[in-house]
């Protein structure tokens, strides 16, 4: 969780000035105490067209005669179509693209769109965003965060139980699906998933934007006719990608491929204590375009996994 910490300072050169706005760390305060028999309700809200009591009142609307509005099918796919459309057209030039939306992903998005002067489009691979945060180590529900990154989770809302040098979140999809609900919300903001980033655009050795395609597409180059890719030009890339596999790392091993870069010497052991401070220490940019953040920095640096 050590993305949640993580600061994109270095973006500050290449988009419109940033306004004051708040910070991620300035949370709310959660009680605290030793005493096991002690625990956080969540945080509840209720949308205020909805009328639904603790009782278990029966709702305004007749359930026995309930029925949907009619709708034509083919609004539905114009509808659809039309948002998705307009959607590519928007962000084919944007301010930043960032790449993988786990924890870093998002949680860098969620920061950068806060001024409302910047597009961020978001690229998934995976037709669920998240990465691996929906669960803890081990495929567990809950979610360990080390102070003191659970301000983070004081902005978004996130209850926990808190204990001394860290906070526990009872399943990790709170944090995972909270996050998403407020990013995604913002105007400035749209998340492209089920989309694959094939490759990057360079000019004049800068990072200038990504090749996408769809996933499914991507993942079968070898089974049907050729389809050509699409893109996204962007004045910063964000390359949040996770540790290395079939889908991972996939910003810094192009990087090398095209020699914009040395090497990739891979991370190293597990080192909970040196692995998040690294991460947050070493986030920058990488190559021009282009900055690395989340596990795919203990990729390039040979950090320690987490």
Same mark, same amino acid.
């Given at each position: 969780m050590a993305a949640m910490a993580t600061f994109t300072s270095s973006l500050s050169s290449k988009l419109p000035t940033i306004q004051d706005h708040s910070s991620s760390f300035h949370g709310i305060p959660f009680p605290s105490s030793s005493s096991s028999s002690v625990r956080l309700l969540p945080v509840k809200a209720t949308p205020s067209h909805l009328s639904i009591s603790a009782s278990g009142a029966s709702p305004k609307y007749d359930i026995n005669s309930f029925t949907f509005d009619p709708i034509k099918e083919s609004i539905v796919s114009r509808e659809m179509t039309r948002r998705y459309m307009m959607d590519m057209i928007t962000y084919a030039d944007t301010d930043v693209v960032v790449v993988g939306a786990g924890s870093a992903g998002l949680s860098c998005a969620y920061e950068l769109s806060k001024n409302p002067n910047v597009r961020v489009a978001i690229v998934e691979q995976s037709v669920s965003p998240g990465g691996g945060a929906w669960l803890g180590g081990q495929l567990f529900s809950a979610m360990v965060v080390r102070k003191p990154a659970h301000l983070f989770l004081d902005e978004l809302g996130v209850p926990y139980d808190e204990q001394d040098n860290y906070v526990?979140?009872? *399943?990790? $999809? /709170?944090?995972?699906?909270?996050?998403?609900? @407020? !990013? !995604?919300?913002?105007?400035?903001?749209? !998340?492209?998933?089920?989309?694959?980033?094939?490759?990057?655009?360079? @000019?004049?050795?800068?990072? $200038?934007?990504?090749?996408?395609?769809? $996933? /499914?597409?991507?993942?079968? *180059?070898?089974?049907?006719? +050729?389809?050509?890719?699409?893109?996204?030009?962007?004045?910063?890339?964000?390359?949040? +990608?996770? *540790?290395?596999?079939?889908? =991972?790392?996939? =910003?810094? @091993?192009? /990087?090398?491929?095209?020699?914009?870069?040395d090497e990739v010497p891979g991370m190293k052991a597990l080192d909970m204590n040196a692995a998040e401070d690294a991460i947050v220490r070493l986030t920058r940019e990488v190559v021009p375009g282009m900055i690395v953040t989340g596990m795919e920095v203990a990729e390039i640096d040979g950090a320690p996994r987490m």
């Open positions: 526990v979140i009872k *399943h990790a $999809a /709170l944090f995972t699906s909270t996050i998403m609900s @407020k !990013l !995604l919300a913002r105007p400035n903001v749209k !998340l492209f998933n089920a989309v694959a980033a094939e490759d990057l655009i360079v @000019k004049g050795g800068r990072v $200038a934007g990504v090749v996408t395609n769809w $996933a /499914l597409v991507s993942m079968n *180059h070898d089974t049907q006719s +050729c389809m050509d890719p699409n893109v996204m030009e962007a004045k910063v890339v964000v390359s949040s +990608c996770g *540790h290395d596999g079939p889908f =991972g790392a996939t =910003g810094v @091993k192009r /990087l090398k491929d095209i020699k914009m870069i």
